[in-house]
């Protein structure tokens, strides 16, 4: 007996509908299965059977009415007391777990990733996402027909969007969301740098702040980046140039006439460590500047010289000395 003619007949059994013959069948069948309805549904999640089981329950009574579902219940709860035919434990099974799958199969993907690690993401309809260390994306395991929805909880972001014109892609962070159709850029939204970041460099790209959805979009053309600052609330646009964007997704570290203060938080994270400064002044200093995948103390020394500054390194921290 196939799965489909298992069905049908478990199916009239419960109706009331099936014959004699059609019940010795049914019958038949369980008594030949060696592990009862756990090796039929196949189960190969982390639960317990017990946990499983009362997942399934609850499925099942959710999707149907309350006559139903009363029902399904003692026929289901007959099923482990040995009192009730496996027919009736087929089908409860079988329509369960779909339920079970389908909720399984709904829940979003969450990627943490580590220090000192870069991590790429192939997302559901093949566009590719490229995320920083320290960052927390969420994204579905299928897109909705009407758009594409992720989520950059925190961290920093590097995209390559397939184009599908019935079909945007949006980008959701704690201050803004970036809507395209087909683009790359780069979104970066650490909690801890007081503003949010957007850099585009091909397509074009359209930005709402999050609790100002009335304000017309900001639009942004290749080469061009909006600066988000979450105090004043303020969206402020400004070239960029394109390497500056997505070195970071090959290790490199690119600063445009950056705080010196924005640069000790990334070299935070970047090398794990901690960065005091004696001088507050010195924060606020402005530097251009490119580094590579190198040692701390070599990128230290390299700022020191620039900036005309002193340091000492101990353990998990430097202390900068002016």
Not at 6 to 25: F, H, M, N, V
Not at 234 to 257: G, T, Y
Request: glycine share 4%; hydrophobic share 40%.
């Amino acid at each position: 007996m196939n799965k489909q003619e298992l069905q049908l007949l478990a199916q009239k059994y419960l109706e009331g509908k099936a014959s004699e013959e059609e019940k010795r069948l049914l019958n038949q069948w369980y008594d030949t299965t060696n592990d009862g309805w756990v090796e039929y549904v196949n189960t190969n999640t982390p639960e317990t059977e017990e946990e499983v089981r009362q997942r399934i329950l609850n499925s099942i009574k959710q999707q149907m009415p309350v006559g139903e579902a009363k029902k399904s219940f003692v026929a289901f709860k007959r099923l482990f007391t040995g009192s009730i035919s496996a027919a009736a434990a087929v089908l409860l099974v079988f329509f369960g777990w779909q339920l079970f799958l389908k909720e399984k199969s709904s829940t979003p993907q969450l990627v943490e990733v580590p220090s000192s690690k870069i991590v790429e993401i192939i997302l559901p309809d093949s566009s590719k996402v490229w995320l920083n260390e320290g960052s927390v994306f969420k994204y579905p395991k299928k897109f909705h027909a009407q758009n594409r929805t992720v989520e950059l909880l925190e961290g920093r972001a590097y995209f390559e969007i397939k184009h599908q014109a019935k079909q945007p892609f949006i980008v959701k962070t704690n201050t803004l969301n970036v809507t395209v159709l087909g683009t790359s850029f780069d979104v970066r939204a650490y909690h801890n740098e007081g503003k949010t970041k957007v850099s585009v460099v091909t397509g074009k790209v359209g930005i709402t702040l999050k609790e100002d959805a009335k304000t017309p979009a900001v639009m942004l053309l290749p080469r061009q980046e909006a600066t988000l600052n979450k105090l004043s609330n303020q969206l402020i646009k400004a070239p960029v140039k394109e390497i500056a964007v997505n070195a970071w997704c090959k290790s490199q570290l690119v600063f445009e006439q950056e705080d010196l203060g924005n640069i000790f938080k990334v070299l935070e994270k970047k090398y794990n460590t901690k960065i005091s400064v004696n001088n507050k002044k010195l924060l606020n200093e402005h530097i251009s500047i490119t580094l590579g995948n190198q040692p701390l103390d070599s990128v230290m020394r390299i700022l020191s010289f620039t900036k005309h500054f002193k340091y000492q390194m101990a353990n998990d921290s430097i202390s900068v000395i002016r």
